[in-house]
Structures are given as C-alpha cells and as structure tokens.
C-alpha cells in the first residue's frame, strides 16, 4: 500500500476543525451565561481582581451576592462600561 501524505493532513485536519467546534460551542455558551463570577467579570472588564472587588467595596460596579458568592450581570456590567466608559 503506498503512503500518501494528504491521508494525514486531512486527519489531522479533521481533529483541528473538532476542536475548533468544541471552542466555538464553549464561547457562545459563555456568551449566553447571564451571571458572571468575579474571575470572569474581572476578565471582561480587563481589570485584575482585587480592582474589582475595590469597585465593589465602593459599590461602584452592579453585583449581587448569593449564597456568600458575588455575581454579576453580563448585562448590567454592559451598561456599566457604555455609561462609565474605560478603567
């Protein structure tokens, strides 16, 4: 049976295309997810952590706690940035 290169390319291929599904399924789903965790809003806004629980201290950014957790709106963090503009 003779090699042929494009056997390869085109598996691979495939196993790329797979992942590139798989982190296009991860990133709407995290485009959809209605609350964010601290690490996550900090990540959105592009401000470390410990500035945005300065902004909470102060109550400067929207957030709500549950269950001794601070969450916070994709929405209202939205709003927050349009109105407010950057850090």
């Known amino acids: 049976m003779n090699y042929n290169p494009f056997d390869e ?3 691979r ?4 295309e797979a992942k590139l599904d798989l982190f296009q399924k991860e990133k ?3 485009e959809t ?8 809003a900090a990540l959105d ?3 470390s952590r410990a500035h945005l629980y300065r902004m909470v201290m102060n109550k400067e950014v ?3 706690k549950f269950r001794g957790r ?6 209202q963090l939205r709003e927050f940035v349009n109105r407010n503009g950057k850090f």
């Open 9 to 11: 390319i085109n598996q």
């Open 45 to 47: 806004l592009k401000i």
């Open 13 to 16: 291929l495939g196993q790329i």
């Open 28 to 30: 709407d789903l995290h």
């Open 33 to 40: 997810q209605k609350y964010l965790s601290s690490k996550e």
């Open 70 to 75: 601070l969450l916070f709106s994709r929405e």
């Open 62 to 64: 929207p957030f709500k």
